[in-house]
């Protein structure tokens, strides 16, 4: 059996630029920022809008690759990565968890949470249990047949959230889970990623705006102008 490597971070960011260019202006993104993340915390991106918390989420994720500087995910060194070999590492060890749920509204919440299983080649045997399993682990055991269309926004994205949890990723992502939600069902998926990630000693790394989710949060990550200007541990004593 494979062992997971014990990992001093889960993410390992140094030194990275990544600008833009829009109506041949070059607009920065992200300027020389390096960043830490111990494994299996909540970690919240936090900063006002266009201050480079999704640029810093596609690098992470691996689905862009910065200008300058090195990115290591779950101890990969992404640089040193083809960029088919990038994708395939990004569907086996991330998950993705978007503001806007995208799911495939064509398919039932099972064969949603399945469709990962199926782009990382995992054999059909293992993959009824593991998709049943996660469906019942965020409440929906009984959606399982159901489309997106079918479903309430906070149910759409518990479904997304066992499908970005599938693969038994290192790391989760998410970008504004909150944002489409009204503040209840906001709160239940917030306790929801928070548990999951808790118990499957996964690393969640979330972008958001939300009051709630900086709440629920180990630590917060602040960006500025594509800078990080502050990196806090929350003392849960002083929260509690
Ligand atoms: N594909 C792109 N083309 C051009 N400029 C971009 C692109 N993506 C991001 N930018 C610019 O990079 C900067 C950082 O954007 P980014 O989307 O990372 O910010 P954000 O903090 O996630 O914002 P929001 O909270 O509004 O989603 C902004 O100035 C933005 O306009």
């Known amino acids: 059996m494979n062992q997971a490597p014990v990992l001093a971070n889960a993410v390992s960011i140094e030194h990275v630029h990544k600008s833009y260019l829009l109506d041949s202006v070059r607009v920065t993104g992200l300027a020389d920022v390096s960043l830490q993340i111990a494994p299996n915390l909540f970690t919240v991106l936090s900063g006002p809008s266009g201050s480079g918390k999704t640029t810093l989420l596609n690098m992470i994720g691996c689905i862009d690759r910065p200008d300058s500087g090195r990115v290591v995910v779950a101890g990969q060194d992404t640089a040193l990565l083809t960029d088919d070999a990038l994708s395939d590492f990004r569907a086996r060890h991330i998950g ?28 059909a045997g293992e993959r009824a249990g593991r998709v049943l399993h996660l469906l ?17 926004g906070g149910q759409r994205q518990r479904v997304a959230i066992a499908r970005a949890l599938a693969v038994e990723p290192a790391l989760v992502l998410a970008d504004e889970p909150t944002a489409n939600l009204d503040s209840r069902t906001g709160e239940a998926i917030i306790a929801l990623m928070r548990r999951m990630q808790q118990e499957r000693r996964v690393s969640f790394v979330i972008s958001s705006h939300d009051p709630q989710v900086r709440g629920a949060a180990d630590e917060v990550v ?19």
């Not at 409440?139 to 079918?150: C, E, N, V």
């Open 96 to 123: 993705h968890i978007f503001q806007t749920f995208n799911l495939l509204p064509v398919l039932s919440a099972y064969e949603n949470v399945e469709y990962p299983l199926l782009m990382a080649r995992v054999p």
């Open 136 to 152: 019942d682990a965020v409440g929906l055991a009984d959606k399982a047949r159901h489309r997106p269309g079918q479903l309430s």
């Open 222 to 240: 602040q960006i500025r102008d594509g800078v990080i200007v502050d990196h806090s541990r929350i003392s849960k004593e002083a929260a509690t």
